[in-house]
Nanobody, 120 residues
Framework: QVQLVESGGGLVQAGGSLRLSCATS????????MAWYRQAPGKSREMVAT???????RYADSVKGRFTISRDNANESVYLQMNSLKPEDTAVYYC??????????????WGQGTQVTVSA
């Protein structure tokens, strides 16, 4: 059974930093791609950063140079280091896992989300 549990959200002032963690089970034994998404009130969920199992990373333009995604295969976890936070980064942040069979995505899984609030 696949489980994703996010933690590390909270309230921070603009310019501050937070580190989000996504603890997983049942994911890393498969080929996988991991990602962080976010959803602000009244807006659609958007991709923030992705990392595949070869360590290739991709970022949304709005967070490039400020956020860093990383993964720890031994601990089956994914992280999002967020620096120079802005009020517009305020959102619920979700961890996403895609499990692959060869080149085909077999299943997609989401965590429950963690709230990040950045005050001006």
């Amino acid at each position: 059974q696949v489980q994703l549990v996010e933690s590390g959200g909270g309230l921070v002032q603009a310019g501050g930093s937070l580190r989000l963690s996504c603890a997983t089970s049942g994911v890393f034994k498969y080929g996988n791609a991991m990602a962080w998404y976010r959803q602000a009130p009244g807006k659609s969920r958007e991709m923030v950063a992705t990392i595949n199992n070869r360590g290739v990373k991709r970022y949304a333009d709005s967070v490039k140079g400020r956020f860093t995604i990383s993964r720890d295969n031994a601990n089956e976890s994914v992280y999002l280091q967020m620096n120079s936070l802005k009020p517009e980064d305020t959102a619920v942040y979700y961890c996403k896992a895609e499990l692959f069979s060869g080149l085909v995505v077999e299943s997609t899984h989401w965590g429950q989300g963690t709230q990040v609030t950045v005050s001006a």
